[in-house]
């Protein structure tokens, strides 16, 4: 049913792409369930017809972009559960049509940008609870037509600004309680 499964893969080719698949055009869902990559992994301008689940891996490219989703169309869910990322995670004007869930996931990213999805449309919620974050976190321009939940969640950034949200537009409730530190 043109699924992608990469669940438990390990990607490596460090500062340079580890996996590419941009322009890719899948009907159903891409499985990157506890991967672990060294290396850019790329899904810029792809069109997945189903989720994109990404529950427990593990993306690594300091310095640089560690997961690039840009001009995604994902059809389904966007689901960084437990992922951690060290590089930049990168969804602009990424298109989603159900939830972005980053519960509990880590960003850091010394290049100042752990987690930017400005312009992106989300016609679901963004789930940031319990995400711990090292680096801008960056919503300028999006549209979420659901909830924005941030509780629990710790955003830090020693070189600026730890969220930005310009021109941010959310349909539905902004959730900000129990902000934590970064331990």
Do not use: W, Y
């Amino acid at each position: 049913n043109g699924n992608l499964n990469c669940q438990n893969a390990t990607f490596t080719k460090a500062n340079e792409f580890a996996f590419g698949a941009d322009g890719l055009a899948i009907r159903g869902t891409v499985f990157l369930k506890d991967v672990k990559s060294t290396g850019e992994v790329r899904f810029a301008g792809a069109n997945i017809g189903g989720d994109l689940d990404c529950s427990r891996a593990t993306f690594e490219n300091i310095g640089g972009d560690a997961f690039n989703l840009d001009r995604a169309t994902i059809k389904g869910e966007m689901i960084l559960i437990n992922a951690k990322a060290k590089g930049n995670v990168r969804l602009l004007g990424a298109k989603i049509e159900g939830d972005i869930n980053c519960r509990e996931a880590i960003f850091e990213s010394n290049k100042n940008m752990a987690f930017a999805a400005d312009r992106a449309i989300v016609n679901g919620n963004v789930v940031l609870f319990k995400v711990k974050a090292k680096g801008e976190v960056r919503l300028s321009g999006t549209i979420i037509a659901g909830d924005l939940v941030c509780q629990e969640a710790a955003f830090e950034n020693p070189e600026g600004h730890a969220f930005i949200g310009e021109k941010l537009r959310i349909n539905g409730t902004l959730f900000i309680n129990n902000l934590q530190n970064l331990d």
